[in-house]
C-alpha cells in the first residue's frame, strides 16, 4: 500500500521524548519488567505457597472405627480432626482414591493379613499418629509436594504452627523431594 500510494511514511527527525504511539509501547514494556524487591518476592511466594497447601484435597479415614472415609480440601478440615461416626482423633490422610480406602479398610476391619500389611493401611496409621498430635498442620505439612510423614514430622517437631517458618520448611523439603526425586545434586 505504501508502494501505490495509498499510505505514506513521514519522518518526525530526532525528538526529545517519544511519539504518542511509541510512550505506550515503552510504558507496556515497562509494566512487564516491574522489579519486585526480595520483601515482596518472599511474601509473595509464602502467600501462594501457603493458598496451595490449604487448597489440597485430600482422602481423610478413621483408623478407630474404619467406617468414615472423606475427601475434603485442608482448609475445610478442623483444627483437631475427629470422626464424625465415633469421635476419634485417630484420622489418617493419604492421597487415593476413597474408594480403594475403603477397600482397605474393609480388609482390616475383617482382619485380613493383606489389609494390615498394606501401604495404605500403614500410610493411613502414620498420618493419623501425625494428625492427632498436631492436628491440622500435620495436614497441611504432609500436603507438601513429595513430603513423606517421616519428612513432615520432622518439620512439625521444628514448628507446629502454621507460620512462615512453617512455610519455608515446607518448601525446602519439597525442593530437597524434587531433587532427589530427579537424583539432582
Known amino acids: 500500500r505504501i508502494e501505490s500510494g495509498e499510505l505514506e511514511l513521514t519522518s518526525l527527525g530526532v525528538r526529545d521524548e517519544p511519539s504518542p504511539l511509541a510512550l505506550l509501547a515503552w510504558k507496556k514494556r ?8 526480595p520483601k515482596r518476592m518472599r511474601m509473595l511466594i509464602l502467600a501462594s505457597t501457603r493458598a496451595r497447601l490449604l487448597s489440597e484435597e485430600r482422602t481423610f479415614a478413621c483408623t478407630k ?3 468414615w472415609v472423606e475427601v475434603k480440601p485442608i482448609h475445610k478440615l478442623e483444627d483437631k480432626p475427629t470422626c464424625p461416626k465415633c469421635d476419634s482423633e485417630s484420622i489418617g490422610l ?39 498430635k498436631y492436628g491440622k498442620t500435620a495436614a497441611i505439612a504432609l500436603a507438601g509436594r513429595g513430603l513423606t510423614p517421616k519428612s513432615a514430622e520432622g518439620i512439625l517437631s521444628e514448628e507446629d504452627e502454621l507460620s512462615d517458618k512453617f512455610l519455608d ?17
Request: charged letters at 45%; proline letters at 3%.
Open 65 to 67: 472405627c474404619k467406617d
Open 94 to 132: 493419604i492421597e487415593k482414591e476413597p474408594r480403594s480406602v475403603r477397600r482397605i479398610l474393609r480388609r482390616v476391619k475383617k482382619s485380613s493379613k493383606s489389609g494390615k500389611k498394606s501401604k495404605t493401611w500403614r500410610e493411613l496409621k502414620e498420618t493419623s499418629k501425625l494428625l492427632s
Open 169 to 185: 520448611l515446607v518448601m525446602k523439603e519439597e525442593k530437597k523431594s524434587l531433587f532427589s526425586r530427579y537424583k539432582i545434586s
Open 30 to 37: 515497562a509494566l512487564t519488567f516491574e522489579p519486585v524487591s
